[in-house]
């Protein structure tokens, strides 16, 4: 069972390129979320989906796109990235959108943006 | 969801018991205080959750007070595994689990 898994772990890039950052759970779990973090700073969510087909805006949607085809997978899109989303992103899924589904979070990607 | 509010940082002596204060003194009747935390460069871990009992898991215990107005997380035994930082989230039947709120929580230091 390996949970919440993001890749990649690591990457660079330059403004103005666009790149996917994938993250798959093997849990079965409806509801998944994207966050960023950046340093000394607590979570922000991007974008949240509470089941295949379905997704939404957070507190900082711009400049992110997602989509949720499958209950597994929900990558996010950066789709022209600027100096300004270099963080630390991470996933987390839980069973369901209700007040007691504790998330469960993948181990990040550290994203610098040059 | 209600506002909750936790001291920046905290030390503790290994061994000894942590003990993490967190107030949400708008908490309303249907919401869950939560408690997760981060160790350094990974991502954040759940550690228990309540409703208005006191709740006590394999990692940890939590006390809410009477009035669920502040809840203490409780770390029996520190370890210096332990270090990290401790978020405390309140989230409601009605809201989603995206839209938990994690400020920027407790910097717990386990010193030997």
């Known amino acids: 069972n390996a949970g919440v898994t993001q890749t990649p772990k690591f990457q660079v890039l330059k403004t103005g390129q666009s790149m996917t950052l994938q993250c798959a759970q093997d849990?079965?779990?409806?509801?998944m979320s994207w966050y960023r973090q950046d340093p000394g700073m607590g979570l922000r969510l991007i974008h949240y989906?509470?089941?295949?087909?379905?997704?939404d805006q957070g507190e900082v949607p711009n400049g992110y796109n997602v989509s949720r085809s499958t209950t597994e997978d929900f990558p996010l899109r950066l789709l022209s990235a600027a100096p300004s989303q270099t963080s630390v992103y991470f996933c987390?899924?839980?069973?369901?959108?209700?007040?007691?589904?504790?998330?469960?979070f993948g181990d990040g990607t550290r994203l610098s943006i040059l | 969801d209600a506002k909750t509010t936790q001291p920046p940082s905290m030390d503790c002596a290994e061994g000894r018991a942590a003990n993490l204060p967190c107030n949400h003194s708008t908490i309303s009747g249907n919401e869950y205080v939560y408690w997760y935390r981060q160790i350094h460069s990974q991502g954040p871990q759940y550690i228990i959750h309540g409703l208005k009992n006191n709740e006590t898991n394999e990692m940890a215990s939590l006390i809410i007070t009477e009035d669920r107005k502040s809840s203490t997380l409780i770390l029996p035994h520190a370890t210096l595994r332990d270090t990290a930082v401790y978020y405390c989230i309140v989230k409601g039947a009605n809201t989603n689990a995206g839209k938990s709120t994690f400020g920027d929580g407790t910097t717990l230091t386990v010193k030997p």
């Open positions: 987390a899924s839980s069973t369901d959108w209700k007040a007691q589904s504790a998330q469960h």
């Open positions: 989906s509470v089941g295949a087909g379905i997704t």
């Open positions: 849990m079965n779990h409806e509801y």
